[in-house]
């Protein structure tokens, strides 16, 4: 039993690596089925369209499912049709831009690690810029070959083509090169932006890294706190209320949180360095309704960063 | 039971070396991949580019995976911007300073790169791929043989058999590689061995000490996170009750910010004191209000573990 415990928690100290690599396997899974089974490249002058469609469409699926699983996308904007003030608050306009970037930067890498396995695989780029019919290009691909290149180059990839074989042979695989060349550029590119604007986020951030990770953790403990204080109060109070409906009784008070109060509850929470509080309901539980309108200084973006619906 | 519980024990007590094989495993088997799944050499003039991208590019998302996930990048760099209260700081001495701390997380960092750049050339497919189309190779193999020559050799990573039709002294592209790839391993052990030497050689501190050190780190970081979590469970707590209840708070003592901010500055040793971390010198040294606290002190590499021990979820 103790065993399994030091296991367990070897695996949920690692969470995100773990997270992220059963991601990568997930898209490699997914896109291997897409091409040896979906993928048809049709061998005509549609190849172009059909090939960017195959690369595109998963990506831009995997965006907005991205968007829909995090919940701050969903806490930014519950309620602002009723009240737009709450998106664009007096003096802090660019607050929206700033915080729906945040949320298209994580929703993103799921499509940029579609896009890398899938430019990786070469089928999909291959299938496409062999229907590409830009005279240009054409001449950089059927570069000291036959006159046949210019036009059945769209046949390669079926090896439908009346080229001999190592002609059509190295077409291919000049164009899964460089379909592989540009994957690999994707993928360093990705790296290099992500390790950049975290070490800029992480060196104008106003906490300490001590108290950074005690903030993550605070983050979960509350929001388990919060669950089970939902399912003990959603009980008490239909348990009144059906009390009282079958036997006919007056009901006896439950207090509950007003609506101004879960208003205010409900707002992103932005850090003030001279303040000391951790989350939105830590603050107003300290300084009590009025504290939620004052200024706000620093956006921190970890508090709601990693929260699941 | 007990001979699993035996097992388990060896793991954990050697968990930096496991770990370091398991990367370096891991880096060898997804190398294997790459070479027999995703990588084809086109066999033209892009030969080049495309075998020194699949050799290069993966070492260098490597690297930045490495530096990515050391705890003590993180610490350096967290708050480290120079601010307004920082108008006296020279750059030489931070630039100084961040080049003590990086250079052993590069160290760290440069394992599975290396590992991947070694497996890679003891395979050959890509260096045979990149050399076939290098200018330089062309010249010492092709040498007087003509145009013929190097259309062969920009084909042969696709036919082994073309290799026969160029007569030439020179090795094999295939054993050029492996014996570049030996080299490479043999020399990082080289420097490994003898930075580690010079390291324990420098060292402050003695060898019992050093032990007794690591112990004590590791069990620190497994206290602050079970402490860390108590105290945010029972934070959380009180607020959540409040929040329902529509009560005042009960006074609940949580670190300040500055106290946060003392702890978590880079440890640096002294052989005056005695501390083994900087939560250790601040509760010492009255809370960190001690002039004690502020007092300079070196960063020997040998002690490098001391603030890396913090978990590896702090980077992201």
């Given at each position: 039993?103790?065993?399994?415990?030091?296991?367990?928690?070897?695996?949920?100290?690692?969470?995100?690596?773990?997270?992220?690599?059963?991601?990568?396997?997930?898209?490699?899974?997914?896109?291997?089925?897409?091409?040896?089974?979906?993928?048809?490249?049709?061998?005509?002058?549609?190849?172009?369209?059909?090939?960017?469609?195959?690369?595109?469409?998963?990506?831009?699926?995997?965006?907005?499912?991205?968007?829909?699983?995090?919940?701050?996308?969903?806490?930014?904007?519950?309620?602002?049709?009723?009240?737009?003030?709450?998106?664009?608050?007096?003096?802090?306009?660019?607050?929206?831009?700033?915080?729906?970037?945040?949320?298209?930067?994580?929703?993103?890498?799921?499509?940029?690690?579609?896009?890398?396995?899938?430019?990786?695989?070469?089928?999909?780029?291959?299938?496409?810029?062999?229907?590409?019919?830009?005279?240009?290009?054409?001449?950089?691909?059927?570069?000291?070959?036959?006159?046949?290149?210019?036009?059945?180059?769209?046949?390669?990839?079926?090896?439908?083509?009346?080229?001999?074989?190592?002609?059509?042979?190295?077409?291919?695989?000049?164009?899964?090169?460089?379909?592989?060349?540009?994957?690999?550029?994707?993928?360093?590119?990705?790296?290099?932006?992500?390790?950049?604007?975290?070490?800029?986020?992480?060196?104008?951030?106003?906490?300490?890294?001590?108290?950074?990770?005690?903030?993550?953790?605070?983050?979960?403990?509350?929001?388990?706190?919060?669950?089970?204080?939902?399912?003990?109060?959603?009980?008490?109070?239909?348990?009144?209320?059906?009390?009282?409906?079958?036997?006919?009784?007056?009901?006896?008070?439950?207090?509950?949180?007003?609506?101004?109060?879960?208003?205010?509850?409900?707002?992103?929470?932005?850090?003030?360095?001279?303040?000391?509080?951790?989350?939105?309901?830590?603050?107003?539980?300290?300084?009590?309704?009025?504290?939620?309108?004052?200024?706000?200084?620093?956006?921190?973006?970890?508090?709601?960063?990693?929260?699941?619906? | 039971?007990?001979?699993?519980?035996?097992?388990?024990?060896?793991?954990?007590?050697?968990?930096?070396?496991?770990?370091?094989?398991?990367?370096?495993?891991?880096?060898?088997?997804?190398?294997?991949?790459?070479?027999?799944?995703?990588?084809?050499?086109?066999?033209?003039?892009?030969?080049?580019?495309?075998?020194?991208?699949?050799?290069?590019?993966?070492?260098?998302?490597?690297?930045?995976?490495?530096?990515?996930?050391?705890?003590?990048?993180?610490?350096?760099?967290?708050?480290?911007?120079?601010?307004?209260?920082?108008?006296?700081?020279?750059?030489?001495?931070?630039?100084?300073?961040?080049?003590?701390?990086?250079v052993p997380?590069t160290a760290r960092?440069v394992v599975?790169?290396l590992?991947?750049?070694?497996?890679?050339?003891?395979?050959?497919?890509?260096?045979?791929?990149?050399?076939?189309?290098?200018?330089?190779?062309?010249?010492?193999?092709?040498?007087?043989?003509?145009?013929?020559?190097?259309?062969?050799?920009?084909?042969?990573?696709?036919?082994?058999?073309?290799?026969?039709?160029?007569?030439?002294?020179?090795?094999?592209?295939?054993?050029?590689?492996?014996?570049?790839?030996?080299f490479l391993i043999a020399s990082i052990m080289t420097v490994a061995l003898i930075s580690t030497c010079v390291s324990r050689c420098c060292s402050?501190?003695?060898?019992?000490?050093?032990?007794?050190?690591?112990?004590?780190?590791?069990?620190?970081?497994?206290?602050?996170?079970?402490?860390?979590?108590?105290?945010?469970?029972?934070?959380?707590?009180?607020?959540?009750?409040?929040?329902?209840?529509?009560?005042?708070?009960?006074?609940?003592?949580?670190?300040?910010?500055?106290?946060?901010?003392?702890?978590?500055?880079?440890?640096?040793?002294?052989?005056?004191?005695?501390?083994?971390?900087?939560?250790?010198?601040?509760?010492?040294?009255?809370?960190?209000?001690?002039?004690?606290?502020?007092?300079?002190?070196?960063?020997p590499t040998v002690?490098g573990?001391?603030?890396?021990?913090?978990?590896?979820?702090?980077?992201?």
């Amino acid at each position: 039993m103790d065993g399994f415990q030091t296991v367990l928690k070897f695996f949920m100290n690692r969470k995100t690596a773990i997270g992220y690599s059963f991601m990568a396997l997930l898209t490699m899974g997914g896109e291997r089925v897409f091409s040896l089974v979906a993928f048809r490249c049709p061998c005509s002058n549609e190849n172009f369209r059909y090939g960017l469609v195959f690369l595109f469409s998963p990506a831009f699926v995997l965006l907005v499912i991205g968007y829909f699983l995090n919940s701050k996308t969903w806490k930014l904007f519950t309620g602002c049709w009723v009240n737009p003030r709450k998106i664009f608050p007096r003096g802090n306009v660019c607050h929206f831009f700033y915080v729906f970037g945040q949320i298209t930067l994580n929703a993103l890498v799921a499509p940029v690690m579609w896009l890398s396995v899938a430019l990786l695989n070469g089928t999909f780029y291959e299938c496409a810029m062999s229907g590409l019919e830009n005279p240009d290009h054409l001449n950089v691909v059927c570069n000291r070959k036959s006159e046949k290149c210019f036009e059945e180059l769209h046949k390669v990839p079926c090896d439908k083509s009346s080229m001999p074989f190592s002609e059509s042979d190295e077409l291919k695989r000049t164009l899964q090169a460089q379909s592989q060349i540009l994957g690999w550029c994707v993928i360093v590119t990705t790296a290099l932006l992500s390790l950049l604007t975290t070490c800029c986020a992480s060196c104008q951030s106003k906490v300490s890294h001590l108290q950074l990770m005690f903030w993550r953790v605070y983050e979960g403990t509350e929001k388990e706190q919060l669950e089970h204080i939902f399912q003990l109060y959603a009980t008490k109070l239909s348990e009144r209320n059906l009390k009282c409906f079958f036997e006919n009784k007056e009901p006896e008070p439950i207090s509950l949180p007003a609506f101004q109060a879960w208003e205010n509850a409900s707002q992103l929470y932005s850090f003030g360095s001279t303040k000391q509080h951790y989350s939105t309901i830590h603050r107003l539980v300290e300084e009590g309704q009025k504290g939620i309108n004052e200024e706000r200084e620093t956006m921190l973006d970890s508090v709601d960063r990693r929260e699941i619906p | 039971m007990d001979r699993l519980r035996g097992a388990l024990d060896f793991c954990i007590r050697h968990q930096t070396v496991l770990g370091y094989s398991i990367v370096s495993l891991l880096t060898a088997a997804s190398e294997h991949i790459f070479s027999s799944v995703v990588f084809k050499c086109p066999c033209n003039s892009a030969n080049m580019l495309y075998g020194s991208v699949f050799l290069l590019v993966p070492a260098f998302i490597l690297l930045l995976l490495g530096y990515m996930v050391n705890a003590r990048t993180w610490r350096l760099l967290t708050g480290s911007c120079p601010s307004e209260k920082c108008c006296n700081c020279s750059p030489w001495g931070t630039c100084s300073r961040y080049c003590q701390v990086l250079v052993p997380v590069t160290a760290r960092a440069v394992v599975a790169p290396l590992t991947w750049i070694a497996v890679a050339l003891l395979r050959a497919n890509f260096y045979a791929c990149a050399a076939s189309g290098n200018s330089l190779i062309k010249d010492l193999i092709c040498k007087d043989q003509g145009e013929e020559c190097q259309n062969l050799l920009l084909k042969i990573p696709c036919d082994e058999k073309l290799s026969t039709k160029i007569s030439s002294e020179f090795l094999s592209l295939e054993a050029q590689s492996q014996l570049i790839g030996w080299f490479l391993i043999a020399s990082i052990m080289t420097v490994a061995l003898i930075s580690t030497c010079v390291s324990r050689c420098c060292s402050p501190v003695s060898y019992l000490q050093l032990k007794f050190w690591k112990i004590y780190s590791k069990e620190e970081q497994e206290h602050f996170e079970i402490k860390a979590k108590e105290h945010a469970t029972k934070l959380a707590k009180i607020n959540t009750n409040c929040f329902f209840e529509a009560t005042d708070p009960a006074p609940f003592q949580t670190p300040s910010n500055e106290d946060w901010r003392k702890i978590s500055f880079l440890y640096t040793f002294n052989s005056q004191e005695q501390y083994y971390s900087m939560i250790h010198k601040y509760v010492n040294t009255n809370r960190g209000n001690n002039a004690k606290f502020e007092e300079g002190g070196q960063n020997p590499t040998v002690l490098g573990f001391v603030d890396e021990a913090h978990a590896i979820e702090s980077g992201f």
